[in-house]
């Protein structure tokens, strides 16, 4: 929750930022802003480039049954574990028009810790759609209508048991947006409110926002899966904290939302419900479970998701996250696995 609640400062930062920008450039000329953007440190030309370049917007092609979504905005390591498995499928032997991609655009100041990373693979993102609900929503949606060999679906981003405005009394909330902000939550930067932040959200649901629009949530998601045909192997990968509890919850009413019912579902959580994940700090190329389980991915021979020996690589995974997260002395983030015929 933290960390959602920072990128809703940050993105208050960077637009300020973007107004003294603005008056500088009126007031002063462009040799003010560069000298300011070099004093702060912000991104140069590259940077200005990819803040400004447009998320993919063509339609998505009908043999689409990879999906690789980087939801989250403040570092590039959701990015990278995006890239990297593009980059893998394709090796294997899978068409360009099989695999889509999803990522967020970082803000300007957000930019800057990860500039380097960014940069390297600015070229490779341009195929990507925006990472919102709406379009993920949409895509699969799409798909569920057509005759798929499978599906495959990554998400790597920030996650919370909630979204829950600290600071409000749930009696002022209206009762849709306490059922939107009162569950698990994967975020999704492209998207309102950048997915997370509940004030623009609240606000998108009084203007008539479909709520399912918004939120990336096990009932939404739940919903997504099992409109796709039962025989459809259904292949699942969450990176993020409480990512667990996509498939299982404490309190009754949220289990009853959990994916665990898709037909044909094998799933993997990052984290178990009530757990936090690592390594998605700037600097990191990866988080520890992206890359950790990329590794693993990449050693597999399969050539199709569908081919690869999930629960071989999981028993792995955990062993892998777990040693990692005890050299480094964090709470055990207790990744799950999940199958269901």
């Known amino acids: 929750m933290a960390r959602l609640r920072m990128a809703a400062l ?8 973007g107004v003294v920008l603005a008056v500088c450039r009126r007031v002063t000329g462009w040799w003010a802003v560069a000298s300011l953007v070099a004093a702060a440190g912000l991104p140069g030309c590259a940077g200005r480039q990819l803040l400004a370049r447009p998320y993919n917007a063509a339609p998505l092609p009908p043999r689409t049954r ?10 590039a390591n959701f990015a990278a574990e995006v890239v990297a498995q593009r980059r893998l499928w394709l ?25 380097r990373q960014y940069r390297r693979l600015a070229a490779e993102l341009r195929a990507c759609y925006p990472a919102s609900t709406a379009v993920l929503r949409a895509h699969l949606r799409q798909q569920a209508a057509r005759p ?11 996650g919370d048991a909630d979204i829950m405005p600290p600071d409000v009394p749930k009696d ?28 623009p959200l609240a606000m998108a649901m009084r ?93 597999s021979p399969a050539a199709d998701p569908a081919a690869v020996d999930w629960p071989g690589l999981f028993t792995a995974l955990a062993a892998e996250v777990a040693a ?14 999940f199958t269901r015929p």
């Open 172 to 199: 002022s909330l209206l009762p849709g947006e306490r059922d939107l902000f009162d569950q698990y939550v994967i975020q999704m930067g492209a998207g309102l409110g950048r997915g997370a932040e509940p004030g």
């Open 10 to 17: 940050v993105a208050v930062a960077a637009a300020l930022l």
């Open 207 to 299: 203007r008539g926002a479909d709520p399912d629009d918004l939120v990336l949530s096990p009932r939404l998601l739940r919903g997504l899966l099992r409109a796709f045909p039962a025989a459809t192997p259904k292949l699942v990968v969450l990176q993020a904290c409480h990512s667990g509890g996509f498939l299982d919850a404490a309190r009754a009413e949220l289990r009853a939302d959990a994916i665990t019912d898709v037909p044909n579902l094998t799933a993997i959580a990052s984290a178990r419900f009530d757990r936090t994940s690592f390594g998605c700090e700037s600097g990191a190329e990866m988080t520890y479970f992206g890359e950790i389980y990329t590794r693993l991915l990449t050693r």
């Open 324 to 337: 990692l997260e005890r050299a480094v002395d964090v709470r055990p983030s207790l990744p799950v696995f």
């Open 148 to 158: 798929l060999p499978s599906l495959y679906l990554y998400i790597t981003s920030h």
């Open 91 to 115: 090796d294997r032997g899978l068409t360009p028009d099989e695999i889509a991609c999803y990522w967020a655009r970082p803000g300007p100041a957000e930019l800057r810790a990860d500039r």
């Open 66 to 75: 990879v999906f690789l979504v980087a939801g989250g905005t403040e570092v």
